[in-house]
Each structure stands twice: as structure tokens, then as C-alpha cells.
């Protein structure tokens, strides 16, 4: 099940919200999110369900055996065991065809390749039970001594599938005691509905966009439509992934819950570090937090910590080489940012910088995009014209022509337009009136805009459910 789906949103939500509000007390609304939550996940993956529970019963009993015998053997042989067996899962499930495969083709083998379908979201609630032990190993949280409360934690459906990643500490408090104010309402419902338009609006018509140049054969495609369709694509990607977030985001404040940002316009950027604080930041404070400072042979080693983060941000993406070239490509231009320093970084032109990060992101997301390394290599030499490809073409014309609203509203849109009709609490009572109508009204409008294309939608998956 996705949330950009008629019968999620007009089904499966509604009913959900009128008993949520309607039950009385917090442990009936946390009995209610465990079912409904398990209910969501098994939609779709109605085996791996089991795998979830599994999961969550090991980290919630490592996180007992881990306060404990705080600082003792069998403390800190169950964080042992939790990390072992939670990247072992994923190792399995995400990895082990893509390990086989490069073992066969590097030392001429014929192993078997196992055929295992990866299971819905595993990568995000792998993350955030492990985020769990590690924080109670470090003695930062306290430890959940309540099964069915963590399981709510780990299972809650409108982070479960595709994130953003939330920390146990980030909602701690809430998960024994949150209300619902009338502005989390507003709030929510206005979140998930521009998150909603994201995806049906935008993001959706930018992949199709992104489709009519880069299905076929690249290398016919011109220097000016492949510039195009990438930046297009990397357009996609942003508006897929944060739509999703801002669903999540809405759907935790209907419920009482305030998750942490996951995207915090990120393409108004002045370079490429300041870039990855802006995306992903669930990811990227992950990592940043739990492997960068980690000690290697006995003490931290800047670099290699550095590189290992972005191996690791890479693979985490999928099991293929270019998800892996890709985080090693970030890493050597924030580690060439680090050598250059803030200070000299900022005496730089800012036109200058704009566009050299912005030339960066997008060749990024080139990699993100051709799985394959010779559509991945073609890319490259089409980006310049090596390929004898056109400068320009027919195609991208007409591309240009038929979508320019689209691209405009992308453009606008991925830009913190949005600040400037905010009130605040020097404004009129007359300006508080418009711009709470417009915003209504502007709500009320997208979200219609945004089911009628839904109608037809047979599948309409977000981007991050694969990862």
C-alpha cells in the first residue's frame, strides 16, 4: 500500500483517523497503530511481515539485555549480536544476489544467485532499530521495557516504508504521552497534501519527461536533452522523495507525532557539503552520527571514516555499482570542500558557486539513475558529445515546448517560495484572514487536482520503496 493511492487516502486513512480519534487514552491509540500498522506493512508483503516482528523482538530484547548488564560481558554481547544479525539481515535480503553475481564474474565461478525479493522498507526500519540499540548501548535513551510500544515505534506506518528515518530519541517522549492540537491538524493536512501534488503533479509528469529520453538507446540522445533529462530526473527524485516525506511528516502531526525534517530545499545550496545537509537528512545525520566518529584500528581516521560514510550512503541506495559510485563521487567533493576549507570556500563568487555544485548534483544523479555502466558510460561521453551526438535536437524542442508549465511550477517549487505568505505575529488581522483562506483554498484545490490524476494511476509507487 502507498499513500499515493485513492484507496489509501479515502479508505484505509479515514477509516483509520475516525477510530484513532474516536478510542479513548494512549494505550488504546498505540493498540490501534500496532494493528493498523501491521495491517499496512502486510498489504503488500503479507510473509515479511513476520520479518518486521522478528526484527523488532531481537532489538527489543537486545535493548533489555543491553541496560541490564550495562558495561559487562552480555551487554555488550547483545549490541554485538543486534548489529550483527540487523546488517546481516540486510546483507541477505539486499545483498547477497549482487555479492554472488560480482563473485562469479570476478573469479569465474557458477555459484547459484539466489532469487530473493526485497522485502518493503527494510532498509529504513533495519535503520531505526539499530539506531535503537546503539543509542541504548551509549546510554542516550532509556530502554523501552514495554514490547508492544517499541513494535509501535518500529512498525508505525507513516515512516515504515520509505522513511524518513526516526529515531527512537526523535519521539521517545510522544510515544507514552502526545496530544492533538488543532494546528497539528491544519498542519498534517496541509503537509501531506502538498506532499500528495508532489507526486501526482510533479514528480510523476517529470518522470515521464525523464522517460522519453533515457529509455532507449541514450547515446542517439543530443548534449542539450541529456543535460536536460538529468536535471529533469534529479527534479523527479527530489519532488518523489520529499512528497513522501512531507505524507510522512503530516501523517505523524495527525497522529501526535513530530518527526524531524527530511529536506530542507536542497537545491538552493552554495555547495555540495551544504547540499547533503539539505537532503536526506535522516540519512545523512545517521551516518554521520553512528560511523563517522566511529574509532578505526583504535582511533578516529577523518578520511577514512569520510569515504567508509559515503560507501556506505551508497550501497545503501541498492545493491548495484553505481549506487556505490555515486556516494564515493559526493565523498570526493566534500572531502575536496574540507581541504579547501569553509572560510576560503566562502571568498568565492557566489554565481561561481551556484553553479559548480549545481553541475555536480546533477552529473550525481546521472549516476543514480543508469544501474547498467554502459548506459552509465555513455551518459558520461553524451554530457560532452562524444557519442557524435547532436548538440541539439527535435526532441528536446519539443520537450521543452510541451512542458514548460510543468518545468516552471518544478523550478518555483523546489525553491523556499512558500516563506514569503507566511504570517507572522506582526501581521494584520486582515492579512491573517487572507492568507488562511488562500491557504485553504490553495489545499483544497491540489488535493482535487491530485486525486483526478490518481484515478488512472495503476501503479504508482514511490521511488524510495526499492531501497
Same mark, same amino acid.
Given at each position: 500500500?502507498?499513500?499515493?493511492?485513492?484507496?489509501?487516502?479515502?479508505?484505509?486513512?479515514?477509516?483509520?483517523?475516525?477510530?484513532?480519534?474516536?478510542?479513548?487514552?494512549?494505550?488504546?491509540?498505540?493498540?490501534?497503530?500496532?494493528?493498523?500498522?501491521?495491517?499496512?506493512?502486510?498489504?503488500?508483503?503479507?510473509?515479511?511481515?513476520?520479518?518486521?516482528?522478528?526484527?523488532?523482538?531481537?532489538?527489543?530484547?537486545?535493548?533489555?539485555?543491553?541496560?541490564?548488564?550495562?558495561?559487562?560481558?552480555?551487554?555488550?554481547?547483545?549490541?554485538?549480536?543486534?548489529?550483527?544479525?540487523?546488517?546481516?539481515?540486510?546483507?541477505?535480503?539486499?545483498?547477497?544476489?549482487?555479492?554472488?553475481?560480482?563473485?562469479?564474474?570476478?573469479?569465474?565461478?557458477?555459484?547459484?544467485?539466489?532469487?530473493?525479493?526485497?522485502?518493503?522498507?527494510?532498509?529504513?526500519?533495519?535503520?531505526?532499530?539499530?539506531?535503537?540499540?546503539?543509542?541504548?548501548?551509549?546510554?542516550?535513551?532509556?530502554? +523501552?521495557?514495554?514490547?508492544? @510500544?517499541?513494535?509501535?515505534?518500529?512498525?508505525?506506518?507513516?515512516?515504515?516504508?520509505?522513511?524518513?528515518?526516526?529515531?527512537?530519541?526523535?519521539?521517545?517522549?510522544?510515544?507514552?504521552?502526545?496530544?492533538?492540537?488543532?494546528?497539528?491538524?491544519?498542519?498534517?493536512?496541509?503537509?501531506?497534501?502538498?506532499?500528495?501534488?508532489?507526486?501526482?503533479?510533479?514528480?510523476?509528469?517529470?518522470?515521464?519527461?525523464?522517460?522519453?529520453?533515457?529509455?532507449?538507446?541514450?547515446?542517439?540522445?543530443?548534449?542539450?536533452?541529456?543535460?536536460?533529462?538529468?536535471?529533469?530526473?534529479?527534479?523527479?527524485?527530489?519532488?518523489?522523495?520529499?512528497?513522501?516525506?512531507?505524507?510522512?511528516?503530516?501523517?505523524?502531526?495527525?497522529?501526535?507525532?513530530?518527526?524531524?525534517?527530511?529536506?530542507?530545499?536542497?537545491?538552493?545550496?552554495?555547495?555540495?557539503?551544504?547540499?547533503?545537509?539539505?537532503? =536526506?537528512?535522516?540519512?545523512?545525520?545517521?551516518?554521520?552520527?553512528?560511523?563517522?566518529?566511529?574509532?578505526?584500528?583504535? #582511533?578516529?581516521?577523518?578520511?577514512?571514516?569520510?569515504?567508509?560514510?559515503?560507501?556506505?550512503?551508497?550501497?545503501? =541506495?541498492?545493491?548495484?555499482?553505481?549506487?556505490?559510485?555515486?556516494?564515493?563521487?559526493?565523498?570526493?567533493?566534500?572531502?575536496?570542500? +574540507?581541504?579547501?576549507? @569553509?572560510?576560503?570556500?566562502?571568498?568565492?563568487?557566489?554565481?561561481?558557486?551556484?553553479?559548480?555544485?549545481?553541475?555536480?548534483?546533477?552529473?550525481?544523479?546521472?549516476?543514480?539513475?543508469?544501474?547498467?555502466?554502459?548506459?552509465?558510460?555513455?551518459?558520461? #561521453?553524451?554530457?560532452?558529445?562524444?557519442?557524435?551526438?547532436?548538440?541539439?535536437?527535435?526532441?528536446?524542442?519539443?520537450?521543452?515546448?510541451?512542458?514548460?508549465?510543468?518545468?516552471?511550477?518544478?523550478?518555483?517549487?523546489?525553491?523556499?517560495?512558500?516563506?514569503?505568505?507566511?504570517?507572522?505575529?506582526?501581521?494584520?488581522?486582515?492579512?491573517?484572514?487572507?492568507?488562511?483562506?488562500?491557504?485553504?483554498?490553495?489545499?483544497?484545490?491540489?488535493?482535487?487536482?491530485?486525486?483526478?490524476?490518481?484515478?488512472?494511476?495503476?501503479?504508482?509507487?514511490?521511488?524510495?520503496?526499492?531501497?
Amino acid at each position: 500500500m502507498v499513500f499515493s493511492n485513492l484507496f489509501f487516502l479515502y479508505f484505509f486513512l479515514f477509516i483509520f483517523l475516525l477510530c484513532y480519534y474516536a478510542v479513548p487514552g494512549i494505550k488504546s491509540k498505540n493498540a490501534l497503530l500496532v494493528v493498523f500498522s501491521l495491517i499496512f506493512y502486510a498489504w503488500g508483503e503479507p510473509v515479511y511481515v513476520l520479518l518486521l516482528i522478528a526484527s523488532t523482538i531481537l532489538n527489543y530484547i537486545s535493548g533489555l539485555v543491553i541496560s541490564k548488564f550495562r558495561d559487562r560481558v552480555p551487554s555488550k554481547a547483545a549490541f554485538a549480536m543486534s548489529l550483527v544479525i540487523n546488517i546481516g539481515m540486510l546483507m541477505v535480503f539486499k545483498y547477497s544476489a549482487f555479492i554472488i553475481t560480482n563473485i562469479n564474474t570476478w573469479f569465474s565461478l557458477d555459484i547459484h544467485v539466489p532469487d530473493i525479493s526485497l522485502p518493503i522498507g527494510i532498509s529504513f526500519y533495519t535503520f531505526q532499530a539499530m539506531s535503537y540499540t546503539i543509542d541504548c548501548y551509549w546510554d542516550t535513551v532509556k530502554v +523501552q521495557k514495554n514490547y508492544f @510500544k517499541f513494535l509501535m515505534y518500529v512498525s508505525l506506518f507513516p515512516q515504515l516504508v520509505a522513511g524518513p528515518i526516526v529515531r527512537y530519541s526523535d519521539i521517545e517522549n510522544e510515544i507514552s504521552s502526545r496530544t492533538i492540537s488543532h494546528a497539528d491538524i491544519s498542519t498534517g493536512i496541509t503537509r501531506i497534501t502538498i506532499g500528495l501534488a508532489k507526486k501526482a503533479i510533479i514528480a510523476n509528469n517529470l518522470y515521464t519527461v525523464v522517460k522519453s529520453f533515457f529509455s532507449n538507446d541514450i547515446s542517439s540522445v543530443s548534449v542539450a536533452g541529456t543535460w536536460y533529462a538529468v536535471t529533469m530526473y534529479a527534479l523527479y527524485v527530489y519532488f518523489d522523495f520529499s512528497g513522501y516525506s512531507d505524507m510522512a511528516i503530516g501523517l505523524g502531526n495527525l497522529l501526535g507525532f513530530h518527526f524531524n525534517e527530511n529536506f530542507n530545499y536542497p537545491f538552493i545550496c552554495k555547495d555540495v557539503t551544504e547540499f547533503w545537509q539539505r537532503w =536526506h537528512i535522516s540519512l545523512s545525520t545517521f551516518f554521520r552520527d553512528y560511523l563517522l566518529y566511529i574509532p578505526i584500528f583504535g #582511533k578516529r581516521r577523518q578520511t577514512l571514516n569520510l569515504f567508509i560514510v559515503w560507501f556506505c550512503t551508497g550501497l545503501w =541506495h541498492g545493491a548495484s555499482w553505481n549506487f556505490v559510485f555515486w556516494g564515493l563521487y559526493f565523498g570526493i567533493f566534500i572531502f575536496i570542500e +574540507q581541504l579547501i576549507g @569553509k572560510k576560503r570556500i566562502k571568498k568565492i563568487p557566489l554565481v561561481i558557486r551556484h553553479i559548480y555544485n549545481k553541475l555536480v548534483i546533477i552529473v550525481g544523479f546521472g549516476i543514480f539513475y543508469f544501474e547498467d555502466l554502459g548506459s552509465l558510460g555513455n551518459f558520461f #561521453k553524451n554530457l560532452i558529445g562524444l557519442n557524435n551526438n547532436a548538440l541539439i535536437d527535435d526532441h528536446l524542442r519539443i520537450s521543452i515546448t510541451n512542458n514548460i508549465f510543468l518545468i516552471i511550477a518544478a523550478i518555483v517549487a523546489s525553491l523556499p517560495v512558500s516563506r514569503l505568505f507566511r504570517a507572522d505575529n506582526n501581521s494584520s488581522p486582515f492579512r491573517l484572514c487572507l492568507i488562511g483562506t488562500a491557504k485553504i483554498a490553495f489545499t483544497l484545490t491540489i488535493f482535487i487536482i491530485s486525486s483526478i490524476l490518481l484515478v488512472d494511476a495503476t501503479n504508482n509507487p514511490f521511488l524510495y520503496f526499492r531501497f
